[in-house]
């Protein structure tokens, strides 16, 4: 494995891989990597030739006010863990060459990055989408692989792949849960025993959701209502409870089609995101079993 921090390092590495035949997979991160992130690198690794784990705190995602600094920045164990998940390299480059002075070119998705998280947080996607066009310039991959925890993000991330020809495969893949539900993201760690344990109120309520739908509840305001009770009981501050369309990500009033039901709640300084996804007419027997009821 080796690490390289310029651009055009990058791009002539992956030029080389290209020009052998080998295909390219890329992980965008932003480092301390946990089991979400290495499961996106296994599905990499084992779907292309080589694997670039990019790892870039992005600047251009936080907002003044929020945790950009605090962000846990473990460069020592994420390498340790990419070595031993079979990453080739590790992108890790400098604000400075990603960001030079006079930086003035912004990629933006419209509609799609406009409700869910980017009513509390309007510079978010248009930060990810801008870092998320460098890192793809300077990986050349054939396919990029996120997770769908971050379900907008994921949209986003697609969607502007496809409209500017970039001629790469977005692919998205399931949240990795801790054994009591919990989505795992490097944002966990901020949460003190007490907040983590509230915390489990999140998955809780989207899980009942879930099997509140597979039982063909398909009103909007039935399902909204009752993840909002259940998490006002523990969350701190509830950002959003919203079900979207799964592709436009636009509100809902009837599930007719996939849907995504995503929520965003403050525990303590630390605000946490989950989703599931969710699309009717599929046979029950297809579909993950989970426990909990819609009687909140
Ligand atoms: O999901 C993340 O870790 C980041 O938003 C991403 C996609 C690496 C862009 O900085």
């Given amino acids: 494995m080796i690490i390289i921090d310029s651009p055009k390092a990058m791009r002539d590495w992956s030029l080389q891989q290209r ?15 946990h089991d979400g992130h290495l499961s996106l690198v296994k599905a990499s690794v084992e779907s292309c030739d080589a694997t670039i784990l990019t790892l870039f705190v992005n600047p251009a995602q936080f907002a003044p006010h929020e945790d950009f600094d605090q962000y846990p920045r473990t460069f020592e164990s994420d390498c340790a863990k990419c070595q031993a998940a079979g990453v080739d390299v590790i992108y890790a480059p400098k604000a400075s060459s990603m960001y030079p002075e006079h930086y003035a070119t912004y990629v933006e998705v419209e509609r799609l990055q406009e409700g869910l998280c980017g009513i509390t947080r309007p510079h978010f996607f248009r930060g990810v989408a801008t870092v998320v066009t460098k890192l793809f310039n300077a990986t050349l991959p054939d396919k990029a692989f996120f997770g769908l925890k971050d379900g907008q993000q994921f949209t986003v991330i697609k969607r502007m792949a496809r409209d500017l020809d970039m001629g790469i495969e977005v692919v998205g893949l399931p949240t990795v849960r801790e054994a009591d539900g919990l989505a795992m993201s490097s944002r966990n760690q901020y949460l003190s025993v007490e907040e983590r344990t509230r915390a489990l109120c ?9 099997a509140a739908m597979a039982q063909g509840e398909t009103n909007a305001k039935t399902i909204l209502h009752a993840v909002k009770t259940t998490l006002a009981k523990d969350v701190d ?14 509100p809902v009033t009837t599930i007719n089609g996939p849907v995504m039901l995503a929520v965003a709640a403050q525990l303590g300084n630390t605000r946490l995101i989950d989703n599931i996804r969710f699309e009717p007419n599929i046979p029950a027997s297809v579909k993950p079993a989970r426990e909990g009821s819609l009687s909140c």
């Fill in 19 to 33: 020009a052998k035949g080998n295909s390219v997979g890329c992980v965008p991160t932003m480092g301390a990597l």
């Fill in 237 to 250: 501050e509830i950002d959003y409870v919203s079900l979207v369309d799964g592709n436009e990500m636009t």
């Fill in 202 to 210: 999140i998955s809780k309520a989207l899980f009942a959701a879930e």
